[in-house]
């Protein structure tokens, strides 16, 4: 994942960080489908915090975390294409990977949400054993589409002036880690999502 490619814009490359981008059609509407199915099919865990136990306000939402493996090496070579594409084209980062992904879901029977936060961990303290890097860029993927409510937000400093990403079916959206952002509260049906954090040496 190397910042190696010619741009054809040098000036945005060099000079503009985008708070979020975005990349479409990554999957048909069958493979979405189908990696649902798979996803549902291994079960759900109970979010938490960095760890912490759930906290009832800030985050409610089911996950699971699936690792490379016969079925999901798939869904692993077209992200990593669709990652590299973003990366080289819009931030440069220099990334070296990620373990797994994180399939959520947001139920509207308990108004599923996550509130403000950062996806970068800060301190010594907060950090999991399990990260021996940071967290550079992030991305999700909505999907489906049969749900109302859990917009994805971002927040470049004022709240009172959160940006609403648009994520239709089958977007990927990327964003550097340390941007704020939110889900708001899911009010019909479930939202399902991949999320996946890519790690790296610490910025400088």
Known sequence: ???????????????????????????????????????DAQGLERAQVMGLEEIEDGRRCDIKFHQRNDDTAWIYERMNAVIEGLNNQFY????????A???????????????????????????????????????TLLLNDDFEGGEFMVNLGNEAHAERVLTPKGRVIAFPSFI?????????????????????????
């Open 1 to 39: 994942m190397k910042y190696g490619t010619i741009s054809n814009s040098p000036y945005e490359r060099s000079v503009v960080t985008y708070p979020f981008v975005w990349w479409d059609n990554a999957f048909t509407d069958e493979e979405l489908g189908q990696i649902i199915d798979y996803c």
């Open 92 to 99: 440069g980062f220099d990334l070296n990977g990620y373990g």
């Open 101 to 139: 992904f994180q399939y959520t879901t947001y139920n509207a029977a308990e108004r599923g949400a996550y509130h403000w936060h950062m996806d970068i961990c800060l301190g010594k303290a907060s950090l999991p054993p399990s990260m021996v890097q940071p967290r550079k860029l992030s991305l």
């Open 180 to 204: 704020l952002h939110s889900v708001r509260p899911v009010t019909k049906g479930i939202r399902k999502s991949i999320v996946i954090w890519v790690t790296g040496a610490k910025f400088r």
